[in-house]
């Protein structure tokens, strides 16, 4: 038996668009970085543009640069291999050391280290691996975004950054799969209820970056899982009493 056809109103497929529309939006909103349009040297030029235009608006500044052996604890690791040390290793590539140039400007430093994590995951999609700063990085304005470098050799696995925003909230943001072989820059904007400024101002402790975890892949196979990260950097809007990122280029 034939079911009777439903007239058509172009109202139908225009609730359909924006409700495919609005949950776009929403995953964007969860922080994953979105697929890049300008290559990461475009990327480093566009801040440092702004940087210098609207010096009085926006500054960059570095989280976390790893020179320096940082004060880290592993969280309950899934099995005994749980290595995190700073290596004697850093990308090579142009934008790497463009954004080096960019960080020198502001914040003279030597960048020859990053941050290597040597794990295991013995039952994939049921383990994590959770590193965090004994002390979490203060963080200073109100963010935009973030970026890291990040070295990969192609997992399934997907990394987060963890945070305090500065009503004591805790935030995770998704930095996407680590789904590529060698070095590549991460940009992440951040999303609107970061910003959401607390009830009691009073009460207001800034935000912070907790650290990280590596989350596996249920379908991934059993083993090692090694990174290195570096360079993670906030770019942040000077201004207390205005909305974020007018001027920030949606450009991605």
């Known amino acids: 038996m034939l079911r009777p056809r439903l007239p058509y109103h172009p109202g139908i497929r225009f609730i359909s668009v924006l409700l495919a529309t609005t949950a776009l939006s929403e995953v964007l909103l969860l922080g994953a970085p979105r697929p890049q349009a300008l290559d990461p040297e475009s990327r480093i030029n566009h801040w440092s543009q702004l940087l210098i235009e609207q010096r009085e608006i926006y500054r960059v500044y570095p989280v976390a640069l790893f020179e320096d ?49 040597h794990t295991s995951f013995e039952i994939p999609g049921q383990q994590n691996f959770q590193v965090e700063f004994k002390e979490p990085l203060k963080l200073k304005g109100r963010l935009l975004a973030v970026s890291l470098w990040v070295y990969s050799n192609d997992y399934p696995h997907r990394l987060v950054l963890l945070f305090n925003n500065q009503a004591g909230k805790k935030i995770e943001i998704s930095a996407g799969n680590l789904n590529w072989l060698g ?19 009073s009460t207001a402790e800034g935000h912070s970056l907790i650290g990280f975890r590596i989350v596996s892949h249920p379908r991934s196979s059993a083993g090692d899982v090694s990174i290195m990260l570096d360079n993670i950097l906030a770019f942040a809007d000077r201004r207390t009493n205005s909305y974020p990122g007018a001027e920030f280029s949606d450009e991605w």
Do not use: D, G
């Open 183 to 201: 070095w590549r820059r991460l940009e992440i904007r951040l999303p609107t209820h970061f910003f959401n400024p607390p009830r009691k101002i």
């Open 69 to 117: 052996q940082p004060h880290l604890k592993v969280i309950s690791p899934a099995t005994p291999l749980a290595v995190v040390k700073t290596v004697y290793k850093r990308a090579i590539e142009a934008a790497f050391n463009k954004e080096t140039e960019l960080i020198n400007r502001f914040y003279p430093s030597s960048s020859r280290r990053s941050l290597f994590v």
